[in-house]
Nanobody, 116 residues
């Protein structure tokens, strides 16, 4: 079992920055990969950024250049640094982890609202 707890969301103005954190616990040695997803009202959940245990990252075009995912193994925490935020970034952001048995785990999400 893996537990994920997100934090760091909030209200920010256009062009501002936020850093989301995802603290993970449980069977942490089996986790690979991890990622951040988001879901806006009426839309499907989409990948924002992913990271492997060796540090290899994946940033889709929608987040490339503005968002950066990182992993601190000493703190069992995955971060998502978001810069130059836009109104279309408004969504609930979820942390995801996949175990060695390919089981997927989700956090409860953290709301990010970008106001214009």
């Amino acid at each position: 079992q893996v537990q994920l707890v997100e934090s760091g969301g909030g209200l920010v103005q256009v062009g501002g920055s936020l850093r989301l954190s995802c603290a993970f616990s449980g069977a942490v040695s089996s986790i690979n990969p991890m990622g951040w997803y988001r879901q806006a009202p009426g839309k499907q959940r989409e990948l924002v950024a992913g990271i492997l245990s060796d540090g290899t990252t994946n940033h889709p075009d929608s987040s490339k250049g503005r968002f950066t995912i990182s992993l601190d193994k000493s703190k069992n925490t995955v971060y998502l640094q978001m810069n130059n935020l836009k109104p279309e970034d408004t969504a609930v952001y979820y942390c995801n982890a996949v175990s060695a048995s390919r089981a997927g785990y989700w956090g409860r999400g953290t709301q990010v609202t970008v106001s214009s």
